[in-house]
């Protein structure tokens, strides 16, 4: 299978990488109209076009699939794009901006014919998938309290697109729909919900915000992310069930640490690469989307998960611009 | 006046923090443990002889040998205790919270002005060092300017009276809401202005809520968010709960864990791995401050208009969680 790159930022990369150990695929070209250079490095080490026209991406028939990894508010444009050009579509998260353009993109596809895939890529974390089996096992009883959080600094980027709202929807959009997506997934619909944030305060590339849900259930949760932090990156969650306690710490599960001494000069010695794991989030989850565009059984993640999830984070960002509670219609 | 011994009672061993009291009292030199009163005359008795000292029947008879009361009976009961020790003009440390109703609270912050005694509230945590310290580095300016704060108070169920509304006043919302809400008044000498709720009871057989999610706005418009649940589980948890603050700053994140200093010890004779903790013995630091204060004539250490801060922040709180939108606290 035959891929394509829309974008050459952050996660292009990432997934080209990835994609380039999948057996069966291969990343052949990339489109992006101001090629970062380390897009360009890539493009060159995988033998991949380099491509300044998504469009003319797009145009190609040797390609099968896309992956569309742009600014946020630039993915129901490109996905629908591709769609009527007959490609697979593996977008990044959020699905969308707004409802409105998540709603268009599901229609185009059906109407298309082709597959929708969305990077809702913490439903292959390991820590965070083995929960959701331990939930449905009821390995904690009855759901009662779930907490979640994430964040780290601030994403400095070209353009700087992060951190104006228009485009990426601040951290709710960009970072806790990260959790909502988990939350939904092994908790199910949320009810009601209430949170506060920093979008207002005028502050230049800091973002947090803090939401209580209130799910279908009964269950009560609360989601914390976060881009105020000077560096690092944080996830927790715990679930407090009737018949125990579940939860994990992203800074208490380390495997290798280093403690160097210096250069004989006195500067410090770089730490080496930290471990993690055999088979990285990412790849798992684009061998599962390059099996379903192939024909194989459909990822976790489904591009209607995609909009639900959407559709929470905008009321959050709704609930911190009114200050009041959003219910949702049964 | 340094010289002298304070005579210190305890009116009620409901709540079992009275212990940890008696023990700071015995080991105190300048203090010793005049009597006890209890409505339960069989667990007066009982705790009378284990901490070597008087059982009294008559509440009065007891006020009228002591310099200082110590109210821990179970919350409703604060107050004809306060009541009682103020019309003896005895000074009077009361658990937390300090009322059930604010109210409640203000009568017996008036009822001690009137008759010219300290009234104090039970807030040990003050006393943390990791809390003391965040409060210089917050006042001193060292997060910049204070953008968010997350808080816990979770615990194991304390059961018994705790669970009887007639009792308690409220669930977990009313027994941990008010620690978490005092240290943050505290470090940032702010009232709380606004809160929305949520409540549930989830984990136990019980009439009250266990179980909750509060996002107050402080006066200073900085949102905190607190984690008041009964989450943990009685049977398997190591330890009884924890204290913990998060404070993102323009200039930083500070957390704090006010009870992570443990050994952890895994035992073949229990089930649950237990943590046993090294830290400070705060109850003994607030014992120790409390009757300094008593016998140098000095103004209660935490008043009882902290705790009403706290008393309002919880009577907002169960207001909202019947509304379901954020409440005015006060
Ligand atoms: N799943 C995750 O873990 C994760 C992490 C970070 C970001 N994301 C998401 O991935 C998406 C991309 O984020 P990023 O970190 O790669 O951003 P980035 O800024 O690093 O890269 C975006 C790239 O898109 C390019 N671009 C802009 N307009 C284009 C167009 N019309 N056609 C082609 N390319 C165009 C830009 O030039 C830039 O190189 C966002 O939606 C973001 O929310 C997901």
Partial sequence: MRFGMIGAGGMARVHASVLNNIPGAEVVAFADPQMPPAGRELAQQLGADILTSPEELLARSDID????????DLHCDLVVQAARAGKHVMCEKPLARTVEQGERMLQEVEKAGVKLAVGHVVRYFPEYAAANASVAR??????????????????ARPGGWFGDFARSGGVVLDVMIHELDWLIWTFGAVERVYARGLLNAGLPNK?????????????????????????????????????????????????????????????????????????????????????????GPEPRTSAADGLEALKLALAIIESIGTGKAISFAS | ???????????????????????????????????????????????????????????????????????????????????AAAAKKVPVLCEKPLATTPADA?????????????????????????????????????????????????????????????????????????????????????????????????????????????LATLANGVTLSLDPSWSRPNQSFPTWGDVT????????????????????????????????????????????????????????????????????LVEAAYRSVESHQPEKVG
């Fill in chain 1, 65 to 72: 699939a896309v992956v569309v990894a742009v600014p946020t």
């Fill in chain 1, 138 to 155: 009821g390995d904690v009883g009855v759901p009662g309290v779930i907490r979640a959080t994430r964040g780290g600094a601030f994403p």
């Fill in chain 1, 207 to 295: 973002d947090m915000a803090m939401a209580v849900l209130r799910f279908r259930s009964g269950a009560i949760g609360y989601v914390e992310a976060t881009w105020a932090r000077p560096s690092g990156f944080y996830t927790s969650f715990e679930i407090a069930g009737s018949g125990g306690l579940l939860r994990s710490n992203n800074q208490n599960t380390g495997t290798l640490q280093f403690s160097l001494f210096p250069n004989p000069d006195g500067t410090p010695r770089p730490a080496p690469r930290g471990a993690y794991l055999h088979d990285e989030p990412y790849t798992v989850q684009m061998r599962d989307i390059v099996r379903w565009f192939k024909g």
């Fill in chain 2, 1 to 83: 006046m340094s010289e002298q011994t304070i005579r210190v009672g305890i009116a009620s061993f409901a709540h079992l923090h009275a212990m940890s009291y008696a023990h700071a009292v015995n080991q105190l030199e300048g203090a010793t443990l005049t009597g006890i009163w209890d409505e339960d005359p069989e667990r007066g008795q009982k705790y009378a002889a284990q901490f070597n000292t008087t059982f009294y029947s008559d509440l009065d008879s007891l006020l009228d040998a002591i310099d200082t009361v110590i109210v821990a009976s179970a919350n409703v009961d604060h107050k004809p205790l306060v009541l």
């Fill in chain 2, 106 to 214: 203000r009568e017996m912050i008036e009822a001690c002005a009137k008759a010219g005694v300290q009234l104090g509230t039970a807030f040990p945590v003050r006393y943390s060092d990791a809390v003391r310290k965040l409060r210089d580095a917050v006042q001193s300016g060292a997060l910049g300017q204070t953008l968010m704060i997350r808080g816990t108070n979770r615990g194991t169920y304390p059961g018994g009276w705790f669970g009887q509304r007639e009792k308690s006043g409220g669930g977990a919302v009313m027994d941990h809401t008010v620690h978490v809400a005092d240290i943050v008044g505290w470090i940032w000498e702010c009232d709380f202005a606004e809160v929305y709720a949520e409540a549930a009871t989830r984990f136990h057989d019980t009439e009250v809520d266990d179980c909750g999610m509060l």
């Fill in chain 2, 245 to 312: 603050l998060e404070v993102t700053g323009t200039d930083g994140v500070a957390s704090i864990d006010v009870f992570n200093q443990n050994n952890e010890l895994f035992n073949n004779q229990t089930v649950r791995a237990q943590w046993q903790n090294w830290g400070d013995n705060l109850d003994y630091l607030m014992i120790k401050d409390w009757v300094e204060a008593i016998r140098d004539g000095k103004p209660a250490p935490i008043s009882g208009e902290d705790g009403l801060r706290a008393v309002l």
